[in-house]
Nanobody
C-alpha cells in the first residue's frame, strides 16, 4: 500500500522558517518525480516545487528564492524548506509522487503564517 505522509506544518510568523517533510512508503521516491503543491479551500492546487529523478528543480514563481525542495532517497523522504514565509503562503501543502500514468498524493499539512 502506497502512502505519502506530510508533516511539519503549523503556525509560523511572517519572516520565519518552516520545514515540511513527506515520508513515502510502498514506493521508491527515486523512481519518480516528487512535488509539493498547495491549495486553499475552493482554490485550485498550485505547484510549489518539483524535483525530478535527474535532479532538476522547479519552483512556482511566488516561492522562488525562498523555498527549497530536496529529496533524501535513502530515507525515502522529500522536504520543503520554507524561508522568509509570508501570510500569503498560508495554505494546505500536499506532496505528490508521479511517474508515467501513476501518481499518488499525501493528505496534506496545514501551514499558517501570521502577520
Amino acid at each position: 500500500q502506497v502512502q505519502l505522509v506530510e508533516s511539519g506544518g503549523g503556525l509560523v510568523q511572517a519572516g520565519g522558517s518552516l520545514r515540511l517533510s513527506c515520508a513515502a512508503s510502498g514506493l521508491r521516491i527515486s523512481d519518480g518525480i516528487m512535488g509539493w503543491y498547495r491549495q486553499a479551500p475552493e482554490n485550485q492546487r498550485d505547484l510549489v516545487a518539483l524535483a525530478t529523478r535527474g535532479g532538476t528543480l522547479r519552483y512556482g514563481d511566488s516561492v522562488k528564492g525562498r523555498f527549497t525542495i530536496s529529496r533524501d532517497n535513502a530515507l525515502n523522504t522529500v522536504y520543503l524548506q520554507m524561508n522568509n514565509v509570508k501570510p500569503e503562503d498560508t495554505d494546505y501543502y500536499y506532496c505528490r509522487w508521479f511517474a508515467g500514468a501513476s501518481e499518488y498524493w499525501g493528505k496534506g499539512t496545514l501551514v499558517t503564517v501570521s502577520s
